[in-house]
């Protein structure tokens, strides 16, 4: 059984950075599509980016184009959103998913991904 682990998340102020990561810890992720989700309180879960493993091809949503980026090491088996700008609007429990897929286009659609990590909390605050 695939899992996921998020690391990363804190409390940065605006304008601020933070890199967070996805680990399949014993488990290669070659033949994924791995996205980035948030869920700020009181909102539904919205789609940040994702990533196709095989060739490293990357999809954003509009609200984080040029300000995230998504990437993934070389051995295939941690997935990384370097965050910038940051700003209160990002405040949210970031999660990363996977969906096992080696072609087409990836997508930020929440009932895309069938494997969850349990999130890390992004706080963006002065």
């Known amino acids: 059984q695939l899992q996921l682990v998020e690391s990363g998340g804190g409390l940065v102020q605006p304008g601020g950075s933070l890199r967070l990561s996805c680990a399949a810890p014993?488990?290669?992720?070659?033949?994924?599509?791995i996205g980035w989700f948030r869920q700020a309180p009181g909102k539904e879960r919205e789609g940040v980016s994702c990533?196709?493993?095989?060739?490293?091809?990357?999809n954003y949503a509009d609200s984080v184009k040029g300000r995230f980026t998504i990437s993934r090491d070389g051995a295939k088996t941690t997935v990384y959103l370097q965050m910038n700008s940051l700003n209160p609007e990002d405040t949210a429990v970031y999660y990363c998913?996977?969906?096992?897929?080696?072609?087409?286009?990836?997508?930020?659609?929440?009932?895309?991904?069938?494997?969850w990590g349990r999130g890390t909390q992004v706080t963006v605050s002065s």
């Open positions: 998913a996977a969906v096992r897929r080696s072609f087409g286009r990836c997508v930020t659609g929440v009932n895309e991904y069938t494997y």
């Open positions: 014993g488990f290669g992720l070659n033949y994924y599509f």
């Open positions: 990533i196709i493993m095989t060739d490293g091809t990357a």
